[in-house]
């Protein structure tokens, strides 16, 4: 039987996959662990959501199965996933849920849970709670029933964090900003704002069946469009959680997630908040940027993809930045998971600072190509094994020399093998992808 919690949470299609008893199942489970881990108090559950349609019935059936569990529930209505992680700090909570599925389209739906403090939840405390919803649960009657209250400044407690970690007021710069229709709809624009950057807010209108829709980080086709149309300095496109963002410079090109960390990494450095010249990140990102880092004296740290590595690094090694391409970024000493507005507001306030324009910022790293081969394949393990698949990759490092690298990395649910190659030129990098990938497929 397959894993019910998977790398962010349980997820898929509302109604259906992700039914409102399914919801109720596993937070009346996850009140009764926590509960068991410390009975010290009453546990106290902060819920939140992004605007889709669906959130509406799971977040009742969240709710109620808390309170029927015998935990308080603080409903924080409409806010990011990184805001629920900060309320759940903030207001002294033993657990966050999200309810979203972050860039998926609108039928989807998702439940992350956070433990205290804010952070992700161990494993093992997910398969406790996924264990825990095989029984008949006994529930508390009376005075022991959780009660459910609504938390109306949650969005101004989390704004005001972003406006405390934001090391520069954004005076004099004008930005738009694309909210998917998301989490972010309310938030973004009033920090930004806040913050003192003149802002156009688009796709800031959710009607619980708009988040995602040609819009936000995944189409950023109209944020240039927008970016270009009004003349602003910057554009930011958020998913529809707002754990991450992407950004447009004045002329309408993309500022990805490797060009965005190195951007903080060295307006860190030269603040002497970056621990140990140090920026985690994972193995997909760009060699460009490994480049650029080593030319201004950062090292990196590699990790396998997924947020849940670069965190573990991050508490591992005690950093204070770690990130992926996709525009999701941590700053551990501010955040405890990934928040596109935090992000955003961090590199608007290196511009802000040096009087630098987005392009000049971003052009410290050159994107080198970057090509990605799925190869399917009759079993992952003999890939590995293959003495032909070692040599052809040793005979393309060799002739990339540092310009170039190599990465093959089996999937972790098909039986597929991801072949990545980078180097200066566009043909040479699709060519050594293309060899490599029929070596693969050859085994």
């Known amino acids: 039987m397959a894993r019910l919690f998977g790398t962010d949470g349980v997820r898929g299609l509302a109604n259906v996959d992700l039914t409102p008893e399914l919801a109720l199942s596993v937070s009346t489970s996850a009140a009764r662990v926590l509960a068991e881990h410390d009975r010290s108090h009453r546990p106290v559950a902060v819920v939140g ?7 509406e019935m799971l977040q009742a059936a969240v709710a109620a199965g808390l309170a029927a569990a015998g935990a308080d529930v603080l409903q924080v209505g409409v806010v990011p996933t990184p805001g629920v992680a900060f309320l759940v700090a903030d207001l002294g909570a033993d657990l966050g849920v999200m309810i979203s599925a972050s860039h998926n389209p609108m039928p989807d739906n998702g439940i992350k849970l956070f433990a205290a403090g804010g952070h992700k939840l161990p494993d093992e ?12 649960p006994v529930r508390p009657t009376g005075a022991g029933v959780g009660r459910i209250y609504d938390v109306p400044d949650a969005l101004d407690r989390y704004i005001a964090h972003l406006l405390q970690a934001t090391p520069q007021r954004l005076d004099g710069l004008k930005v738009v900003v694309d909210c998917a229709n998301g989490a972010a709809w309310a938030a973004a624009p009033r920090a930004y704002r806040e913050a003192g950057a003149e802002v156009i807010a688009i796709h800031a209108l959710p009607d619980g069946e708009n988040i995602n829709a040609e819009c936000g980080s995944t189409h950023i086709d109209s944020l240039q469009k927008a970016v270009l149309a009004e003349g602003a300095d910057l554009g930011i496109a958020h998913d529809g959680d707002a754990d991450r963002c992407l950004m447009v410079d004045a002329a309408g090109e993309l500022v990805d997630g490797d060009q965005i960390m190195a951007i903080l990494a060295i307006a ?3 603040r002497g908040e970056l621990v140990a010249d140090t920026l985690v990140a994972t193995v ?25 590595y670069v965190l573990e690094e991050l508490r591992n090694g005690g950093y204070s930045l770690g990130g992926e391409q996709s525009g999701h970024v941590v700053v551990p000493g501010h955040a405890t998971t990934g928040d596109g507005l935090m992000t955003a507001m961090g590199v608007m306030a290196r511009m802000a600072a040096t009087g630098r324009a987005l392009a000049e910022l971003a052009g410290v790293m050159q994107r080198l190509p970057q090509v990605l081969v799925n190869v399917k394949v009759a079993d992952k393990a003999a890939v590995a094994r293959a003495t032909s698949v070692n040599d052809a990759v040793a005979a393309v490092e060799a002739e990339l020399g540092e310009s170039g690298r190599v990465l093959l990395r089996p999937s972790g649910t098909e039986q597929l093998v991801r072949v990545m190659v980078e180097a200066t030129d ?4 699709e060519a050594a992808a293309q060899r490599l990938a029929g070596v693969v497929s050859s085994v």
């Not at 405390?125 to 008949?136: K, L, V």
């Not at 997909?284 to 849940?308: E, K, P, Q």
């Not at 566009?426 to 990098?429: G, H, I, L, S």
């Open 268 to 270: 860190m450095k030269d």
């Open 284 to 308: 997909m990102s760009n060699l460009g940027l490994h480049l650029a880092m080593r030319a201004a004296g950062v090292n990196i740290r590699t990790t396998a993809v997924g947020d849940r």
């Open 49 to 55: 959501r992004d605007p889709r349609a669906s959130g």
């Open 426 to 429: 566009q043909a040479a990098a």
């Open 125 to 136: 405390i997910e398969d406790e709670i996924e264990a825990g919803m095989a029984g008949t």
